[in-house]
Every structure is written in structure tokens, then in C-alpha cells.
T-cell receptor, first 112, second 114 residues
Framework: GNSVTQMEGPVTLSEEAFLTINCTYT??????LFWYVQYPGEGLQLLLKATKADDKGSNKGFEATYRKETTSFHLEKGSVQVSDSAVYFCALTRGGADGLTFGKGTHLIIQP | GAVVSQHPSWVICKSGTSVKIECRSLDFQATTMFWYRQFPKQSLMLMAT?????????EQGVEKDKFLINHASLTLSTLTVTSAHPEDSSFYIC??????????FGPGTRLTVT
């Protein structure tokens, strides 16, 4: 079956540091890949997505590239802010009306 | 962006009773909605896929007789936890699919069974 593995947290960084959160996946076919963010007390929000190999999703300074050869979709940001503190989930779907398979989530803490 | 609401946001019930959770897509029609369950400090696990006008499709290991799903309209799906027990205590999250390869999530419902 499908699965998503992402680095365990919490990850604690200082403001303006470089961020990488690793995500690898196992899936049949060509899934679509997503990063979702969950701020304290709020629902999941789509951060970015990529639907085919070599696509790069980007939003709010975050980027992730769909690497089929390494089955990875690592999340990066060049300079994090305190407001980026949240839980980040990597996820995949086969597309269409299929549910999402989530990683366990990475709690990111940014200190001023 | 599209908005999905859930009601209630938090519910406490006694063991053996049933509780209903509503999921609504407020500004778009959703033929398909999904129900997830999230344990503390853990990931979301897909419970079932809810299709308007037809029976829900449950994931392996999810008891369909315990978690009743009804998708009576294009904007409303309900999850009823029947004969709830403390081990059913969890955070239940719904999402609605907008036909454009994106799911919009509700804010979640925290169920506590005493």
C-alpha cells in the first residue's frame, strides 16, 4: 500500500535559519504529493503541491520538488520566521477522488 | 479558498451513547468527502470516503457499523459514532474534494468519551 515517511520532530530552529523537512514515499503509479500545515488550534491548510515528477511546488517561501528517482518531496525554506511554527504534514494521493495518505507530521518550532 | 466547516468543534459524551458530527462545504459542492481520525501527536488516518447518494467506502480495519457515514447532499456529510467507548476518543477531521485535485479540510471535532 501507500505510505509516507517524514522526519520526526520537534525541529527547533532560530529565526532566519534554513529549513529542510525530509519526506519520502512509497506508492504505486504516479501519486500527487502535498505538504499541509496545521497551525495551533486551526485546521489543515494546503501549503504546496506537485502532481508529476520534477514539478516544484512553492508557496510563502516554501518549496518542494517531486523527485521520482528518490521517491522524495522534501520541504525547504531559506529563512524561517517565528510565524512558521506549526506542524507540517507530507501527504500523497493517487488523485481524483482518493483519500490522502499522511506522514506522521513534523512539529516545527522557530525561536526568535 | 473553499471553506469546510465541522460541528460541533468539541463534544463530550458518555460511554454507550451515540454522537453525530457534521461536515459542510460552505461555498462549493462536494460529491466526495473524506473522514479522517487523528490521535494525539500522530498522523491523520483515512477512515472512509463519503460519496453523495451512495454508501461510504471504509478503509480496512474501520468498523462500518460503529462509524456510520451519511452523505445526503452535495454540501453535507455526517459521521455518527455509535455506542461510543473511551477508545473512540479522538480528533475527527473531514475534508471535501473540489474536483481540482485538492481537498479542503474542516477544523476538526474533538470527541471525548467518558
Amino acid at each position: 500500500g501507500n505510505s509516507v515517511t517524514q522526519m520526526e520532530g520537534p525541529v527547533t530552529l532560530s529565526e532566519e535559519a534554513f529549513l529542510t523537512i525530509n519526506c519520502t514515499y512509497t506508492a504505486t503509479g504516479y501519486p500527487s504529493l502535498f505538504w499541509y500545515v496545521q497551525y495551533p488550534g486551526e485546521g489543515l491548510q494546503l501549503l504546496l503541491k506537485a502532481t508529476k515528477a520534477d514539478d516544484k511546488g512553492s508557496n510563502k517561501g516554501f518549496e518542494a520538488t517531486y523527485r521520482k528517482e528518490t521517491t522524495s518531496f522534501h520541504l525547504e525554506k531559506g529563512s524561517v520566521q517565528v510565524s512558521d511554527s506549526a506542524v507540517y504534514f507530507c501527504a500523497l494521493t493517487r488523485g481524483g477522488a482518493d483519500g490522502l495518505t499522511f506522514g506522521k507530521g513534523t512539529h516545527l518550532i522557530i525561536q526568535p | 479558498g473553499a471553506v469546510v466547516s465541522q460541528h460541533p468543534s468539541w463534544v463530550i459524551c458518555k460511554s454507550g451513547t451515540s454522537v453525530k458530527i457534521e461536515c459542510r462545504s460552505l461555498d462549493f459542492q462536494a460529491t466526495t468527502m473524506f473522514w479522517y481520525r487523528q490521535f494525539p501527536k500522530q498522523s491523520l488516518m483515512l477512515m472512509a470516503t463519503s460519496n453523495e447518494g451512495s454508501k461510504a467506502t471504509y478503509e480496512q480495519g474501520v468498523e462500518k457499523d460503529k462509524f456510520l457515514i451519511n452523505h445526503a447532499s452535495l454540501t453535507l456529510s455526517t459521521l455518527t459514532v455509535t455506542s461510543a467507548h473511551p477508545e473512540d476518543s479522538s480528533f475527527y477531521i473531514c475534508s471535501a474534494w473540489d474536483y481540482l485535485d485538492e481537498q479542503y479540510f474542516g477544523p476538526g471535532t474533538r470527541l471525548t468519551v467518558t
